[in-house]
């Protein structure tokens, strides 16, 4: 309380003591140092006011003159009208050039700002204007579109590009899964899953991008699809249109909500992937035996279990059903169908259950190795030099041992003697003159001198002089002949035959058991061994041996054909000689092995012929089928089964003559002709793969009646393009002789495409891309060598293997490449035309608003709905392979192929990628000069994958 009384008196002190030290002058001195500071201060800051206040005036005006301050409140209402006016929006552009698409887009644009605009838009006003607006912008997009798309040339796209990047994506899942297993077999434990192993193999191949975040991350997915469709409408949009955010931020999300991303979200769901492969296979009939054959093969214990609770109501059903008499009967069959079915269903659950593991989708056949092959069937070695599945073994083992030598040439020789039979037929025909056929055989036989004789040859084949000689004197003394290399090819296989390095030690090799196991000779030994203690009971034929022809004659004398019908002579025959090959010893059973030497004639010339492995038990499967669908057959005389000495070598010659007798009567051309199928059965059975048979076939209306509900729908589309396949595949079917005969058939100069490396992928994009001239050119050789490239994993397998493949599609389908190529330019043309085009846009239109209004959510199937899809999907697509590529591939190699194919859809991250792939092939190909492979690089560096390099 005392401070302000205090204060007054130290100030007073203090100006007293201040006076009394400075004087009256000192206190006028710093009064001034103190004015003389404010006023320099002040100075300062008006000067800088000044300064700053010219700046930002400058700036002002310079901002007044660009700014348009808006009219105000009467200009507007004097130009409201201007608003009402919408003759700009009725005015109607041609969208596409044709009336029937323009109708069916203008009704789809009217459903879409109907279903999705209105909803929301009537809430904030009635005005139309948005609407027209909306179309007009559309229309004039629309327009831009097809006119980019009339532009481009759709037969490369989808006979290179599409085929191309597909296969691709087949060869990375493929790859992914053989180094996925070898982490497994090697205990790595990299964590590592297949889809990791999948993208990294994409980067390794594509060098610059990845599409992994793009497949896996939604946010990611739809940051991408946004700037994509940024691009999309800034090339397609009018530029008025494009620069009206609002606008064109509405028309993304139209594009990216509600048509991307569903259609994305529809096809790569695998359980829709299925059911689309049923409906493109509708036309196709699902085999009895691929059915099964899925059915054993399959992994999946929910398939199984869905299959068979479908089987079981079947059956409750046609029990229902059966009412005795002729109708009671098919009942029955269709029963015993099923009985069939269902046991193979419980078998192979109860393998599952047990921990097994089988030759099936997802697994490889191992082959344990054995110190000795006393265990093992001991082929001779001209049957697998006469086998194309046995010799492309043979091959593999070869080109380890440094014997691959030997085989080339022996197998050349082999294609000489085609190419010296085609030469002459075409002499005889009166197509080539003698004196050019005499050229072109001894330029062949010259060239192959030069190739692996002579002493100057990189590839020579070590062999006698005086065999070598001889060859150069017949060469050069007698007239062409498809003889002049007999001898050495006799020298040839002894060579083979002999030398420890090469037969005898494959035969120790694990490649023979595999090669076995791919014969069909080895496996299923439970039903298909012939011991020394095998059923006790004699089944024997009733009917006595008799001549062949009185045989045939008493069948068929029921039936009004002659055998000296004309058209008996036009129609193939095939000739079948049963020989006996010795003692073959699995484990404790022993059996009878027999060599099937099988010709094709026609017209008394031999158009093919191959070799055929068969034990007595597949004789007896042919035999009960025969008779099971052909009564008559019953009184053919068969030789039966015979408990004791049954591996007597007497035994054995006589059951030879017997089974030769029986293969003479049922191959009988008049016999054929008479039961409908039966050559389809026979042929089965001397086909160069495993034979099954079967005891009971399936009926198909009980397929039908299980499986028609999924496969529905259109079949126009589906059955033109099935169509190209079986047509391409035809030429090369005509060929029986196998790979390894017509694999050389083409002789020609050292620049003759036989001799070429073999194609290699181009690994700096996707696109797989051969790199042979020919096949490029050629629509439905490179097409075709892609699938077995690719799907069955050909090239990867076996390159021997392939470069006789290549060899052999080149020598029948280069032929037909013109007339084939055109058919499909053709097929292309017309799936792209005006036409088909509104077609489509009708059928979207349809499924999307059906009856003119907005369909609802698609119904929840069942899961065993999916699971049976599945499997009836894979059992479909092996059905519509033709017997004939089976027989060149191996049953093994086929389902194997076709399990890849079925397992990579049923991944839909892969599928998603699959469909980005696909869309920008489409995208690169409509805007050829806008450079969308650096845009889509560019969208996709956010990759980690695309980082860390």
Same mark, same amino acid.
């Given at each position: 309380m005392a401070l302000p009384g205090n204060f007054k008196v130290y100030a007073l002190i203090a100006a007293l003591l201040s006076l009394t030290t400075f004087g009256f002058t000192g206190i006028l001195l710093i009064i001034c140092c103190i004015l003389c500071f404010v006023a320099g201060l002040l100075f300062l800051i008006y000067k800088?006011? /000044?300064?700053?206040?010219?700046? #930002?005036?400058?700036? !002002?005006?310079? #901002? #007044?003159?660009?700014?348009?301050?808006?009219?105000? !409140?009467?200009?507007?209402?004097?130009?409201r009208r201007r608003f009402e006016d919408k003759s700009a929006y009725s005015e109607r552009i041609s969208m596409t050039g044709s009336a029937g698409m323009d109708q069916i887009l203008e009704q789809m644009l009217n459903y879409i700002v109907r279903d999705y605009v209105d909803y929301w838009y009537k809430d904030m006003t009635n005005d139309e204007l948005l609407h027209e607006s909306l179309k007009r912008t559309s229309r004039r997009t629309i327009a831009a579109f097809a006119h980019c798309v009339r532009k481009v040339d759709w037969v490369p796209f989808f006979t290179r590009h599409c085929v191309d990047d597909f296969a691709s994506h087949l060869r990375l899942f493929r790859m992914a899964t053989e180094r996925l297993q070898f982490d497994k077999e090697k205990g790595s434990g990299t964590g590592e899953d297949l889809e990791s192993h999948f993208f990294d193999l994409e980067f390794e191949m594509e060098k610059k991008l990845c599409r992994d975040l793009l497949s896996t991350t939604p946010h990611y997915e739809n940051a991408y699809l946004h700037d994509l469709m940024d691009i999309l409408l800034y090339l397609m949009m009018p530029p008025e249109d494009f620069r009206c955010r609002p606008l064109r931020f509405l028309m993304r999300e139209i594009m990216v909500k509600i048509v991307f991303v569903p259609m994305l979200d529809h096809f790569s769901n695998p359980d829709n992937v299925n059911q689309l492969l049923v409906w493109l296979l509708s036309e196709v009939s699902p085999k009895p035996e691929d059915f099964v054959l899925s059915v054993e093969h399959s992994s999946s214990q929910k398939e199984l279990e869905a299959l068979i609770k479908s089987v079981k109501e079947e059956m409750l059903h046609l029990r229902g059903r059966d009412s005795g008499g002729e109708h009671g009967d098919f009942v029955k069959q269709q029963l015993a169908s099923l009985e069939f079915l269902e046991a193979t269903i419980r078998k192979k659950l109860i393998f599952i259950s047990e921990g097994g593991v089988e030759r099936g989708a997802d697994a490889r056949c191992s082959v344990v190795e054995d110190s000795s092959s006393d265990g093992l069937i001991q082929l001779p070695v001209h049957v697998v030099l006469t086998n194309s599945v046995a010799v492309s073994y043979f091959c593999d083992f070869l080109n380890t041992v440094g014997g691959q030598n030997y085989i080339d040439c022996y197998l050349a020789i082999e294609g000489f003697k085609v190419s010296v039979e085609h030469q002459l037929r075409s002499l005889a025909m009166g197509e080539t003159t003698n004196e050019d056929v005499c050229e072109t055989i001894k330029e062949a036989a010259k060239f192959m001198y030069h190739q692996y004789l002579s002493q100057e040859a990189i590839t020579r084949v070590p062999l006698r002089e005086s065999v070598v000689a001889k060859f150069l004197h017949r060469m050069k003394n007698d007239e062409p002949s498809d003889s002049w290399f007999e001898q050495i090819q006799e020298e040839l296989s002894d060579v083979l035959k002999t030398n420890e390095r090469f037969y005898p030690a494959f035969k120790q090799d694990p490649l023979y058991e595999k090669m076995l196991l791919e014969l069909?000779?080895?496996?299923?030994?439970?039903?298909?061994?012939?011991?020394?203690?095998?059923? *006790?009971?004699?089944?024997?034929?009733g009917g006595t041996s008799m001549d062949p022809t009185t045989i045939v004659e008493r069948i068929v004398e029921e039936t009004p054909v002659s055998a000296s019908d004309p058209a008996l002579n036009a129609e193939p025959i095939i000739v079948a000689i049963v020989e006996p090959l010795g003692i073959g010893q699995q484990g404790k059973n022993s059996f009878a092995l027999y060599n099937i030497r099988v010709e094709r004639t026609l017209a008394g010339k031999k158009v093919s012929g191959w070799n055929v492995l068969r034990r007595y038990s597949d004789f007896h499967t042919l035999h009960n089928l025969l008779c099971h669908q052909y009564p008559k057959i019953a009184s053919v005389s068969f030789p039966g089964k015979k408990t004791f000495n049954n591996l007597d070598p007497h035994f054995i010659e006589k059951r030879t003559q017997a089974l030769n007798a029986y293969l003479e009567v049922v191959l009988n051309p008049l016999l054929l002709r008479v039961n409908k199928g039966m050559d389809r059965l026979l042929f089965d059975f001397l086909s160069q793969k495993e034979y099954t048979g079967t005891?009971?076939?399936?009926?198909?209306?009980?397929?039908?009646?299980?499986?028609?509900?999924?496969?529905?729908?259109?079949?126009?589309?589906g059955t033109a393009v099935a169509s190209v396949p079986d047509q391409v595949v035809g030429g090369v079917t005509k060929v029986g002789d196998g790979i390894g005969k017509a694999a050389k058939a083409v002789i020609g100069p050292p620049s003759s495409a036989i001799?070429?490396?073999?194609?290699? !992928?181009?690994?700096?994009?996707?696109?797989?891309?051969?790199?042979?001239?020919?096949?490029?050119?050629?629509?439905? #050789?490179?097409?075709?060598?892609?699938?077995?490239d690719e799907v069955f994993g050909v090239r990867a397998r076996n390159a021997w293997f392939r470069r006789q493949m290549v060899a052999l599609l080149r020598q029948f389908v280069t032929p037909l490449g013109t007339s084939i190529n055109k058919r499909i330019i053709d097929i292309v043309d017309w799936l792209t035309s005006d036409q088909q085009t509104t077609l489509y846009l009708a059928a979207i239109r349809d499924t999307l608003w059906p009856d003119g209004q907005l369909a609802g959510p698609a119904p929840i199937r069942p899961d065993e709905f999916h699971e049976k899809t599945r499997i009836l999907s894979r059992a479909l697509m092996l059905s519509c392979l033709p017997d004939e590529l089976r027989l060149i591939l191996g049953q093994e190699t086929t389902y194997q192929g076709i399990a890849t194919i079925s397992a990579a859809f049923q991944r839909p991250h892969l599928n998603r990628r699959l469909l980005y792939v696909l869309l920008e092939r489409l995208l690169?190909?409509?805007?050829?000069?806008?450079?969308?492979?650096?845009?889509?690089?560019? !969208?996709?560096?956010? *990759?980690?994958?695309? /980082? /860390?390099?």
């Open positions: 800088n006011g /000044r300064a700053g206040q010219k700046e #930002l005036d400058a700036k !002002l005006d310079a #901002l #007044l003159e660009e700014f348009e301050f808006p009219p105000g !409140l009467a200009p507007f209402l004097a130009n069909g000779i080895i496996g299923n030994e439970e039903e298909r061994s012939e011991s020394q203690a095998s059923d *006790s009971s004699s089944i024997r034929s005891t009971q076939p399936m009926a198909k209306k009980v397929m039908s009646a299980m499986w028609d509900p999924i496969g529905r729908g259109m079949r126009a589309v001799y070429r490396m073999p194609p290699t !992928l181009d690994t700096d994009r996707v696109a797989a891309k051969i790199s042979d001239e020919d096949t490029t050119e050629n629509i439905p #050789l490179r097409v075709m060598m892609l699938f077995v690169i190909n409509i805007f050829p000069k806008n450079h969308f492979e650096k845009i889509f690089a560019q !969208l996709h560096s956010k *990759s980690p994958r695309s /980082r /860390r390099s």
